[in-house]
C-alpha cells in the first residue's frame, strides 16, 4: 500500500470510488483478500465480486499483493491502494472546485483554497513518488472558542499581522537554494451534530443577581 490517503484525479476511479457496492468492496480491502471472501462477507454471488473487484484493479484503486493456494485452485491475494480516497477537483473535469475567488471571508473562497491545496499536494506527491523522495510538508490543526464575533475578528486581525512578521522574518528573496512554500490558513465553525457549528454547553446552574 503506498499512502494512507490515495488521492483519484481520474474520472472513470472517481465514478468507482463512490458506486456503493465498489466502494464497500474498497473497505473489505484495505487488509488483503480474495473475491471470494469478500463475496462471502458481502452475500453476494462470487461472479459479481470477481468483475468489480477486476474494473477497480484496472482502474488502479486495487493491487495484487500475492496468491494463495485452495486445494487445487490458486487464488488471487488483492488489497486496496490507500486505506481511503479523496476525490481531486480536476476529477469533474470543467464542474470541478477552482479559481479565484476574491471575497476571503467567503465559504467560496475557503473551498476554493482547499481545492488548490489537494490540486498542488496530489501533483507535488506524485513527482516526489517518481523521485522515490520524500515531500516536505507542514500541517497543524486546532480549535478555538471566540467568546463573541468581535473576538474572532480581532483573532483574525493579530494572526494575520503575526504570520505576516513571520513571512518576514524567513523569507530570504536572493537564497541560492532557497526553495518556495506555499502558506494556507482557513477556520470554520466546528462542525455539530444538529446545527451550523459547535457552540459552548449552556450552564444549567441558575444564579440569582444580588
Known amino acids: ?108 473562497c475557503l473551498l476554493a483554497v482547499a481545492a488548490q491545496t489537494i490540486r498542488d499536494v496530489g501533483a507535488l506527491r506524485e513527482k516526489a513518488d517518481a523521485a522515490e523522495k520524500r515531500l516536505p510538508t507542514f500541517s497543524l490543526q486546532t480549535e478555538v472558542r471566540f467568546a463573541t464575533p468581535g473576538a474572532q475578528h480581532d483573532f483574525a486581525e493579530e494572526l494575520a499581522t503575526s504570520v505576516a512578521a513571520l513571512v518576514a522574518k524567513y523569507h530570504d528573496e536572493n537564497a541560492p537554494d532557497g526553495r518556495y512554500f506555499r502558506l494556507n490558513l482557513f477556520s470554520y465553525p466546528r462542525p455539530a451534530a444538529g446545527g451550523l457549528g459547535a457552540r459552548a454547553p449552556v450552564n444549567s446552574t441558575r444564579r440569582d443577581r444580588e
Do not use: W
Open 1 to 108: 500500500m503506498g499512502h494512507a490517503v490515495e488521492l483519484i484525479t481520474g474520472a472513470g476511479a472517481a465514478a468507482a470510488a463512490v458506486h456503493p457496492l465498489r466502494r464497500r468492496i474498497l473497505e473489505q480491502l484495505r487488509e488483503p483478500g480474495t473475491a471470494a471472501g469478500v463475496a462471502r462477507n458481502l452475500g453476494l454471488p462470487r461472479q459479481r465480486v470477481t468483475y468489480h473487484v477486476r474494473e477497480l484493479q484496472r482502474l488502479g484503486l486495487v493491487e495484487t499483493v500475492g496468491e494463495r493456494r485452495r486445494g487445487n485452485c490458486v487464488e488471487r491475494l488483492v488489497r486496496a491502494t490507500a486505506t481511503s480516497y479523496l476525490i481531486a477537483p480536476e476529477a469533474l473535469g470543467g464542474v470541478g472546485a477552482g479559481g479565484a475567488v476574491k471575497d476571503q471571508f467567503s465559504s467560496s
